[in-house]
DNA sequence: GGCAAACACGAGTAGTCGCTCGCGTTTCTC
DNA sequence: GAGAAACGCGAGCGACTACTCGTGTTTGCC
């Protein structure tokens, strides 16, 4: 037991539980004084169910205000076989999280892979974004999860940890353009630019169809706008004047 | 009784008892059939301090987390004497969110007034921009309560009027800029302005000192980068070249 | 087939929250 | 000074929450 904390008697179980109920590579160190059976196929498929229910209740009502019941009922399950795959409400919420972020790292990671080659602004601009963006209105639960301001601590230590990365990985793309400006201004350009475009996808989520593709185009536009005087005056980036008129 | 809201039953008390509570302009059309008596000093006081408690509370917990009975601890009264001068939690927060909205209302109102005069754009920045950060970060609980999620539906509808309002002035403005652009494209970049505004705000609210002044200032950069091509190249609108380099 | 474990149920438990109520104190009005 | 109303208290109520437990069913393994 690594840390000491003292009341919380949920917790520790939470934690093992949790990481048997992703199932997924940390599989087994089968301890030999307790031969435990595997989970069933149809365990599987319960948490499976289970997290989809809890996505949906998430975006609905957002995490404080889903009871457990809700997702039990949502999912078609009484609320002690909820508990028979998550110690706790929490669990639900770090297990959906892990899922979602296992995959959004896989995006975001593709999408500034591409990024490395040296693409014009706007060609650049299209190739991350658009994965991200998309990623984001497939799983409006990603969204709920990391903004959310009512979310239980463990969700908040990984979603700043993923912060921090992906801003470090912006850091050092500017770094690279901009070799000449100090580290602190280049840090705020990059917490500018995120919180730009958490803005904007706030903005393309709320909105549909033509009105989404609109919003996608204007998002970029603002992220060109602010990017482009910095990146330099190559003539493989156009003018921003380009960009003023009917998109 | 305008609408038909079936079973709440503090809904219209509530309403009644907060205007009461806010005590204003409303002042008496005095029934003779009740002649009641008149708040005493020391009622305002409490309530005064009941809402300072409340800001305070809903700031560090949002609104859902916030408990009744947390904010008449913080303001050291008993459970009580908080419902002597709300009728409900809701209640409380309606009425510190109507408090602050006519302060809001005010700032915004006069930062927009200034902007009449045809200033170059980076001054007109200033004039708009400054007094509205300014408000925000001596009112936390404004920021919390008009962009929370988890808010009762009350405030929800003031924030939705007020949000309309400004919008439209600032679509007016651009309209001004642009009278080429059709209606829909004009909202858009209102309503991403604003978005963007917002998120600036939230890294602005969350630095201080030195850090919050070079936050504001990259705001205002992000700002005038998404704008200053909309607004036209008048020779009072300097090159966007110019605010790259150290601030 | 039989046994043990995983799965499933849902009424029930403890705790918290918004809010009330009875009663005592202070202040205003006459 | 007397009556009324505003003010103040805090134990406690009902509703709701996260979570449990005893019991019964399904499944995998020998």
Redesign the pocket.
């Known amino acids: 037991m690594p840390e000491a904390k003292a009341n919380k008697?949920?917790t520790e179980a939470a934690v093992e539980a949790a990481t048997e109920a992703a199932g997924g590579a940390a599989d087994e160190a089968p301890d030999p004084t307790r031969p435990?059976?595997?989970?069933?196929?149809?365990?599987?498929?319960?948490i499976a169910q289970l997290l989809r229910a809890a996505a949906d209740v998430f975006c609905t009502s957002g995490y404080?205000a889903?009871?457990?019941?809700?997702i039990?009922r949502e999912a078609?399950?009484?609320?002690?076989?909820?508990?028979?795959?998550f110690?706790?409400?929490?669990a639900i919420a770090v297990e959906l999280g892990d899922r979602l972020l296992d995959r959004w790292r896989d995006t975001y990671g593709a999408a500034f892979a591409q990024s490395h080659t040296e693409l014009p602004l706007d060609r650049m601009l299209d190739a991350v974004l658009d994965p991200l963006i998309a990623f984001n209105c497939e799983n409006p639960a990603f969204f709920v999860l990391m903004h959310g301001s009512e979310i239980p601590g463990q969700i908040t230590e990984a979603h700043d940890t993923l912060h921090a990365t992906m801003l470090t990985r912006v850091e050092s793309v500017l770094a690279d353009y901009l070799p000449d400006m100090p580290a602190p201004q280049i840090h705020r350009i990059a917490e500018m630019a995120f919180m730009v475009f958490k803005a904007g996808l706030d903005l393309v989520m709320a909105s549909e169809g033509e009105e989404r593709t609109a919003y996608i185009q204007e998002l970029k536009t603002v992220m060109f706008r602010y990017l482009h005087p910095l990146v330099g005056d190559d003539a493989s980036c156009p003018a921003p004047t380009e960009r003023i008129d009917t998109p």
């Not at 889903?66 to 809700?70: E, I, M, P, R």
């Open positions: 008697t949920a435990r059976r595997r989970r069933q196929a149809r365990g599987e498929a319960r404080t889903s009871s457990t019941n809700a039990a078609g399950v009484s609320p002690g076989t909820l508990y028979q795959f110690p706790n409400k929490e």
